[in-house]
């Protein structure tokens, strides 16, 4: 089955730098790379996602990139605030079969 | 109005009870899954239903029984519960090769 490894588990940084968090995955069958970001008490919510036909993609503040042939794929954060302060969770999915890096605590200093 | 929503938000029994958490999705998607989040925030799949049948099923114990009446539900009972089955079970909903919209998860504390 797939496996998703996720790092660092933790990361500070100050507000204004940028974030990065990779994850790598061993399905070479996964074709949907979703971000979440998960809030205290709440459940995960999707920022970003990727699927495998593309290499990259932004939103803003928020990009990911994709290399399939090395099997990993990494968020990028620019210009962090305070409320991006949360736990990410990266993601490889198959047709209904979605598996989980183990989470990053991003702590943003101000 | 809420995706994703579960009852109850939090949940504390005691050892050996039998407990159920309720799911229901108003998104008209057709695969439900609940997952399991431990102290260390590990999000683990436990189970997957597409159009009321199940089509993941992880090691979990039997203890653990999914059923979904209908495509919008999908709830949990577990019978003789143990303290390790303390952590925060979480519930979503996809249409299948996308984005899982999850609830803001039950919180099951076990005495």
């Known amino acids: 089955g797939e496996n998703v490894e996720q790092h660092p588990s933790t990361l500070s940084v100050q507000e204004g730098d940028s974030a990065v968090i990779k994850c790598t995955y061993s399905?070479?069958?996964?074709?949907?790379f979703p971000w979440y970001k998960q809030e205290l008490g709440k459940g995960p919510q999707l920022i970003i996602d990727?699927?495998?036909?593309?290499g990259e993609k932004k939103d803003q503040r928020i990009a990911v990139t994709l290399n399939k042939t090395a099997k990993h794929f990494s968020l990028h954060i620019t210009e962090t605030q305070p409320e991006d302060s949360a736990v990410y969770f990266c993601?490889?999915?198959?047709?209904?079969?979605?598996?989980f890096g183990a989470g990053t605590r991003l702590t943003v200093k101000p | 109005d809420t995706a994703v929503s579960q009852t109850p938000k939090y949940l504390v029994t005691q050892m050996g009870n039998d407990k159920s958490i309720k799911c229901e999705q108003n998104?008209?998607?057709?695969?439900m899954y609940w997952y399991k989040q431990d102290s260390k925030k590990f999000l683990k799949i436990m189970f997957s239903?597409?159009?009321?049948?199940?089509?993941i099923n992880e090691t979990v114990p039997n203890r653990f029984s999914p059923k979904s009446p209908d495509k919008a539900h999908l709830n949990l009972h577990i019978n003789s519960l143990e303290l390790g089955d303390s952590a925060v079970y979480f519930c979503?909903?996809?249409?299948?090769?996308?984005?899982?919209?999850f609830g803001d998860g039950t919180r099951l504390s076990i005495l």
């Open positions: 399905d070479s069958a996964s074709n949907y």
């Open positions: 239903y597409n159009n009321k049948e199940l089509i």
């Open positions: 990727i699927r495998s036909n593309v």
């Open positions: 993601a490889a999915s198959t047709y209904n079969d979605m598996r």
């Open positions: 998104l008209g998607h057709d695969t």
């Open positions: 979503a909903s996809s249409t299948g090769l996308g984005n899982q919209h």
